[in-house]
Structures are given as C-alpha cells and as structure tokens.
C-alpha cells in the first residue's frame, strides 16, 4: 500500500466564492467542457490528463444542502480509498470545499465500458473479460475490507481499469431495509423486494454486467430504470425466466402486488414480456452459448465463466459469493487469451496453460466456490473525513 505521503493529494477549504473559482481555474478546470452528468454534478476537463466533478448550482438552498452532503461522502469515500491505494479508484488529486460547494479533482479514467464496448458492440473475448473480473473482484474486495458498498456499478460507471461514481456509495453499517441503490438493469433481489442488504449487492451488479459485457445484452432489461411498480413486477418476472428458477421464498412471501392475485399465488415462471430483449435466447445458458458458438470460444472456459456468473447473481444474497470468495473460482486459474497489466494495458497470455478440472455448472445459482467464514472488515472512524482541510482564506 502507498502511504498517503506519497500521494500528492490536496484538501482545502475556503468560504470566499472568488477563492474557489481562482483555485479551479488555476488548475485549469473548464466547467464550460461538460463531459458527463452525475447524481449532484457534473464532470469537466481540468488541464492535461484530468477530470474535475464539480457540484451543481441549486437555487433552492435545502437542495443544495443536499447536493453538498452527498458530494461531501463522495469525496470522503475518494480521498480514504486514493490513501489506501485501492487500484479501481482513480487517483485523486484535489478536494476543495467551498460554501455549500465541493469539485474533486481526479486522473481522467478514460472512456466507460458502455461507450467502449457495449454500445459499439465490440465486445472484448474471454480472456480480457477474465482479466478484467480479476482486477475488479480484486478492487471490490478491498472497498468491502473497508465496510464500503458501492451501491452503483454498471457499464456507465466502469472502465477498462477503474471504478467510478461513488455518489450514493454508503459505509455497510448505514445500510437499511427500503433504501432504493443499484442501477434498475443491475439491482439485486433485496433491493427489490426492500430487504435488508450488504456489500453483496455491489457482487450481483459486477455479475450482470460481466454477463452483458460478454454476450452484448443487458442480464435483465425491463423499462425505465427510474419507474416503479409495475417494472419491479416485469424485473422479478425476468428474473425467474432467464435464470431458470424461483426468487427465494422469503422475498415472494412478503411481495403482495408482484406475485399474487387475489390472494392466489401466481405461476413462479410466467412467459417473458413481448419486448424482453433476452427473447431470443430465452435463458442465461442458451445467451452465454450463443456467444460462444459464434466466436467458437473454450468451452470449458466457457462453462466455467457460467459457473461463476451463476455465484455473482445468485438470487440469495447468504448464497452469492462474495468478491474475496470470486476470485477463488477455477475461472481464474486458467489462463485464457490476454488480460490485463498494472497499467490497464493487454498483455499476452503465457504459453503454457494451467490444468484444472473444470468444476459443474452449478444449479439453482450456487457457485463451485466452498464458502469460507467472511473476515471481519476494519473498523474507521467515521469522523476522520476531510481532517487535513486547509484554509485558502
């Protein structure tokens, strides 16, 4: 680990509108050149080589109060994460606080995977994909050490190399039953149903979008991510089709409007909707084998990539692997065409290949992976944020 000393990350602090606007301009922050839109800013170039989110003006001053709050945990959980030096995170290079207003200044990650790949739909083989999920099971693993959810991973939000967007990230123990995170194509079960939840969440998310970066197709595409009610009905219906099985008994027994109808129980596996994109593959198996039959990939790499999807996005989240207990998984102990280096670059796979029994497809989304008691994650003080701000005043 580097120590924060090492790091040439700048806090500081003023309450003079002229001194936060100097200080951004002399670290050549364009707010004119947008480009990107967050959850309480926006992101703009700043000089050479970097990005600056800086937080939105809102006229209304308990919004932005708001705004400030939420921009102040991002910035908190970036500047913890940028000195422990947790290689998913963009390095940080400044924080400043003004009143009521915060940007973060940070190296420029590069193009998302959505961008890159997905929408291109040059999609990257298996053996990038390997690389890529052992880099960020790595990454998630040592965010989850340190008691922190993302609570937002998806394509948007990704790059080759690191993870961004830790708007609504959360310590584990602020978690409560009925808070509404994760992305709609990549929200969990517990999400759904208003359950109680942990860092798994984040688990199931990296899973589906591993899945779609692979076969080019959302895991479970249903309406607008931010509509209610009746999407969550098409949500859990999808669920249950692509996967092949029931929710978990406890969620569907609590659900009212979802999977009863005048106090009868509904089919567990109802037909897809009409506009299901997964409609012509029907399941999570025949997708992943379309792919492979198209770019004749390994295929027993290939059953076990299913395998450990399967772990991720189990519906159970006391079932799901954890990122510590994913990278266990036989998938990682082939090695299948290129990966990834420390830079983020390709790198050529070695010649000689590891010889591992490819362990079963795993049923009712249980991974091949023994489970192994979790280690308790260190516990920070909540109230070392920002302790190094430094008057510009």
């Known amino acids: 680990m580097a120590s924060s000393a090492k790091l040439d990350l700048s806090i500081r602090c003023t309450n003079d509108n002229a001194v936060y606007d100097a200080f951004l301009r002399e670290r050549g922050v364009d707010r004119s050149k947008k480009i990107g839109q967050g959850l309480y800013g926006f992101v703009c170039r700043a000089g050479e080589g970097g990005v600056c989110k800086v937080q939105s003006p809102r006229k209304r001053e308990g919004l932005q109060q708001a705004f400030f709050n939420a921009a102040c945990s991002e910035a908190h959980f970036l500047e913890l994460l940028t000195r422990r030096d947790v290689k998913v995170i963009p390095p940080v290079d400044f924080i ?11 190296r420029d990650a590069g193009a998302n995977l959505y961008a890159k790949y997905i929408h291109r739909q040059e999609l990257p083989d298996l053996g990038n994909i390997q690389g890529m999920m052992s880099h960020f099971l790595n990454g998630l693993s040592e965010i989850h050490d340190q008691g922190i959810i993302h609570g937002d991973i998806k394509p948007e939000n990704m790059t080759d190399r690191y993870l961004l967007d830790m708007g609504i990230s959360m310590y584990e123990k602020a978690a409560r039953p009925g808070k509404l995170i994760c992305s709609r194509f990549y929200r969990p079960p517990e999400i759904i149903f208003g359950e109680m939840f942990t860092s798994k969440v984040d688990v199931f998310s990296l899973g589906a979008l591993f899945f779609e970066l692979y076969t080019g197709l959302p895991l479970f595409p249903i309406g607008d991510e931010y509509e209610r009610g009746i ?21 569907l027994s609590k659900s009212k409007a979802a999977f ?23 399941t999570f198996d025949a997708a992943i084998n379309a792919k492979r039959d198209k770019t004749e990939g390994n295929p027993r790499q290939v059953e076990l990539f299913k395998d450990l999807l ?5 519906f159970d989240p006391e079932k799901r692997l954890s990122a510590k207990e994913a990278l266990q998984h036989p998938f990682f102990s082939r090695k299948e065409g290129a990966g990834l280096d420390e830079e983020g670059k390709e790198n050529e796979a ?7 029994q490819a362990s079963p ?13 979790a280690k308790k994650p260190d516990d920070w003080e909540l109230g070392n944020q920002f302790a190094a701000l430094v008057d510009l005043d």
């Open 350 to 356: 070695p010649e000689e290949d590891c010889k591992v």
């Open 260 to 282: 009863y109808d005048e106090g009868r129980r509904r089919s567990a596996l109802i037909p897809l909707h009409p506009d299901h994109k997964l409609g012509r593959y029907l």
């Open 361 to 373: 497809v795993a049923l009712e989304g249980q991974s091949s992976v023994q489970k192994k008691p």
């Open 96 to 106: 400043l606080v003004g009143n009521l207003r915060l940007a973060i200044g940070m």
């Open 310 to 314: 399967r772990g991720l996005v189990a």
């Open 231 to 251: 999407d969550d009905v098409r949500h859990m219906h999808s669920m249950q089709n692509v996967m092949g099985q029931a929710l978990p008994e406890k969620f």
